[in-house]
């Protein structure tokens, strides 16, 4: 239990100072060893520092690691190559002075000429089963990393607690972030992720920056991806 904040919280209650329902909800969350976030934590700490003359702390910025980016795959294209294979008939010589010389090479170059055609089908119809299929080479898949965001409700009024989760995996943080309708940022909260990838917190609709009524933008980033989502607030 936080002790330093539940006596601050119970001096609050006891002097009558700020809103009781939150503060009470803050001193039971301390009992019960709950989640408390910062911004409420910071509500406690404004109203110390006004009524019971704490000291301001300091904040600490957070930092944002980017992740390395994924040079793209330049896959090389397989070209087939076909060779065609061509036969040049060597002319017949006859000798003028014989006609049987004559009517023996006419039939040979007719029987040459039937070998050659004969030879030239086959090559036109060879088994293309003969020439090696190009491999299918499949692009690599990118793997994207899974990033969610939920609020527990769509509007909501002053003080009431928006309840916010998700999941967020090969992350170890997340980072929330609240802006109002003037794209002002009014909450912000680092969460470590659990073990089953989930996170989750509770934040105020209300304080500083919540003094208009309109449409309001949480954003999560884990450094990888990050994601938005839209509620509307009643001030």
Not at 22 to 38: D, G, H, P, T, W
Not at 71 to 99: L, V
Not at 160 to 177: A, F, K, M
Request: charge should be negative.
């Amino acid at each position: 239990m936080d002790e330093s904040l539940y006596d601050d919280v119970t001096s609050l209650l006891d002097g009558d100072f700020g809103d009781d329902r939150i503060l009470k909800q803050i001193q039971r969350a301390c009992k019960n060893n709950e989640v408390i976030s910062n911004y409420e934590r910071n509500y406690v700490q404004k109203l110390s520092e006004q009524h019971l003359g704490k000291t301001p702390k300091s904040i600490t910025p957070k930092t944002i690691e980017t992740s390395p980016k994924i040079p793209d795959t330049n896959i090389p294209k397989i070209a087939i190559s076909r060779q065609t294979q061509t036969f040049e008939a060597t002319p017949n010589r006859s000798n003028s002075n014989s006609k049987n010389s004559k009517l023996f090479l006419g039939f040979g170059g007719i029987g040459l000429i039937i070998i050659l055609a004969a030879v030239i089908f086959s090559t036109s119809n060879t088994d293309l089963s003969q020439i090696e299929s190009t491999p299918t080479i499949e692009p690599t898949t990118n793997i994207t990393q899974s990033l969610t965001i939920k609020t527990d409700l769509l509007s909501y009024s002053n003080k009431d607690l928006i309840s916010i989760s998700g999941t967020s995996t090969n992350s170890q943080n997340v980072n929330l972030e609240i802006y109002n309708s003037n794209n002002n940022l009014v909450w912000a909260e680092q969460l470590s992720v659990k073990n089953s990838g989930s996170y989750s917190t509770l934040a105020i609709a209300g304080g500083l920056g919540w003094e208009s009524s309109g449409t309001y933008n949480l954003k999560v980033d884990n450094g990888i991806d990050n994601k938005s989502i839209k509620f509307s607030f009643n001030s």
